[in-house]
């Protein structure tokens, strides 16, 4: 009777088990369902646009987002001299009723983007009250009157990071170099050849912003070949290395808000003004 009554459980719960995935899948349907055809066309003809606007220097300059923005032909032909190559895109906004072409806000999510020699694992640009040509967005062209504010987060793994020390020939006396990361905390380890003698270093930090246009890496702990160095010796080393990065370097007038190590990725969110 107890064996009985185990299998009509399981019996049961398997039941309940397909019945709420029914349902859920059902609630999916029905929610998929209720978004107007105009709201779904309006969707396509934004990601349409954003494509083409990422397909090449000419079409990202036409957009007119570094015109409003205030930056100068010579920097506008400096920062699409190289355009992003996003591998898929998605776009979700809240319109605003008030005339054609005028959206609360519009979010532009990018996925495994090509930059430099770069994957980005996903990009988000927050467009808010924005005001762009009906016309041009219905010849598949996007092409902004104006917008409020523009806020870009993105997720770039460690190992992409990794590939940043190939711009710096210092880096390129390190063999053996590794990033891995655990919670909120980074390791870098690599060999380093001193003379005749390989030296093995492991550090442990995070970034940290410092002010809104710069990054710090935050060494928590740094052995040499199995010895830990006091705090003295770490704050002089990275003393000139530090900042990992500037916006001072960079064309892009951006404003770093938070920067932090998460599940494998590097997180920066910044506004670009």
């Known amino acids: 009777m107890i064996a009985i009554r185990n299998k009509n459980t399981i019996r049961n719960s398997t ?15 029905l929610s998929i369902a209720n978004i107007s055809p105009d709201t779904l066309r309006m969707q396509s003809s934004l990601e349409n646009a954003f494509l083409v606007a990422f397909s090449n220097s000419d ?5 007119r987002v570094f015109d409003i923005l205030g930056y100068t032909d010579e920097q506008k032909r400096t920062i699409t001299n190289v355009v992003p190559k996003p591998s898929s895109l998605s776009v979700s906004f809240e319109p605003d009723l008030s005339g054609p072409g005028k959206f ?17 694992d996903s ?16 010849s598949g062209r996007i092409l ?16 992409e990071i990794l590939k940043l020390f190939e711009y710096f020939s210092d880096a390129r006396k390190i063999s053996n170099l590794k990033m891995t990361m655990k919670n909120s905390e980074i390791l870098v380890s690599g060999t380093i050849k001193k003379g005749f003698f390989p030296v093995e270093f492991h550090s442990y930090g995070k970034p ?10 935050r060494c928590r702990r ?5 010895l830990p160095m006091p705090n003295a010796i770490i704050e002089s ?34 506004d670009l003004r």
């Open 15 to 29: 039941c309940i088990v397909l019945l709420t995935a029914v349902f859920s899948w059902s609630f999916c349907m």
């Open 59 to 63: 079409a990202l300059n036409s957009t």
């Open 104 to 120: 609360n806000s519009i979010e532009v999510l990018s996925r495994n983007t090509h930059f430099y020699k770069l994957i980005i």
């Open 123 to 138: 990009c988000k640009l927050n467009f808010n009250n924005v005001n762009i040509n009906s016309q041009s967005l219905e």
């Open 144 to 159: 902004f009157n104006n917008f409020g504010q523009l806020g870009i987060e993105t997720r770039v793994a460690t190992t």
């Open 208 to 217: 940290v912003l410092v002010g809104n246009d710069k990054i710090n890496f």
């Open 222 to 226: 740094l052995t040499v070949n199995g």
């Open 237 to 270: 080393i990275f003393s000139k290395i530090n900042p990992v990065f500037d916006v001072k370097r960079t064309s892009l007038k951006l404003v770093l808000k938070n920067v932090e190590a998460k599940d494998g990725y590097i997180i920066t969110n910044a």
